[in-house]
T-cell receptor
Framework: QKEVEQNSGPLSVPEGAIASLNCTYSDRGSQSFFWYRQYSGKSPELIMSIYSNGDKEDGRFTAQLNKASQYVSLLIRDSQPSDSATYLCAVKVQAGTALIFGKGTTLSVSS | GAVVSQHPSRVICKSGTSVKIECRSLDFQATTMFWYRQFPKQSLMLMATSNEGSKATYEQGVEKDKFLINHASLTLSTLTVTSAHPEDSSFYIC?????????????FGPGTRLTVL
């Protein structure tokens, strides 16, 4: 059974701090990795995708992938209250197949 | 960016009736669309994978005769909840896969909130 594990949180950080979100996956053959943000009552919004080992930066977001450890993380620098949401880690084993989602980590940024 | 629309955004119906939800990819062609369901405070649950011109593939435990999926074109997939019951009340979200690189990204529609009375 392919699984994606996340700490459900809540993760609480003060405004301006770095938020670190972590995710592990079970299928070593997984090819693509994604982070989605979901606000309450809304659908998920893609914020980062990463396909190879290492870091990928986009604005205040950095995704990190370590395939040997089957580990994906998301760093949010200079966290803002508007970043408060549930962050979903998703993994795709191969193109054309559905994403496998973790249960999400709830992030709360206090001002 | 890739845009996926859903209609309606919210629907309330009586028990026993059928409800159709449309999912459209507005600015790209999607050979594959996915339908998810999400209950309050839970993660997304994949219901089925819809491929243009062929039958949908349903996940284990999802009744194909109750949740009818039609993917008639590269930009439109529909989900019909037949004989809806209160336990079908949920947030239904579709997503579409992009043909062009990066091939693996999925973009979500805004979701349809179904309430069955």
């Amino acid at each position: 059974q392919k699984e994606v594990e996340q700490n459900s949180g809540p993760l609480s950080v003060p405004e301006g701090a770095i938020a670190s979100l972590n995710c592990t996956y079970s299928d070593r053959g997984s090819q693509s990795f994604f982070w989605y943000r979901q606000y309450s009552g809304k659908s998920p919004e893609l914020i980062m995708s990463i396909y190879s080992n290492g870091d990928k930066e986009d604005g205040r977001f950095t995704a990190q992938l370590n395939k040997a450890s089957q580990y994906v993380s998301l760093l949010i620098r200079d966290s803002q209250p508007s970043d408060s949401a549930t962050y979903l880690c998703a993994v795709k084993v191969q193109a054309g197949t559905a994403l496998i989602f973790g249960k999400g980590t709830t992030l709360s940024v206090s001002s | 960016g890739a845009v996926v629309s859903q209609h309606p955004s919210r629907v309330i119906c009586k028990s026993g009736t059928s409800v159709k939800i449309e999912c459209r990819s507005l600015d790209f062609q999607a050979t594959t669309m996915f339908w998810y369901r999400q209950f309050p405070k839970q993660s997304l649950m994949l219901m089925a994978t819809s491929n243009e011109g062929s039958k949908a593939t349903y996940e284990q435990g999802v009744e194909k005769d109750k949740f009818l999926i039609n993917h008639a074109s590269l930009t439109l997939s529909t989900l019909t909840v037949t004989s809806a019951h209160p336990e079908d009340s949920s947030f239904y979200i579709c997503s579409a896969g992009h043909l062009a690189p990066p091939y693996n990204e999925q973009f979500f529609g805004p979701g349809t909130r179904l309430t069955v009375l």
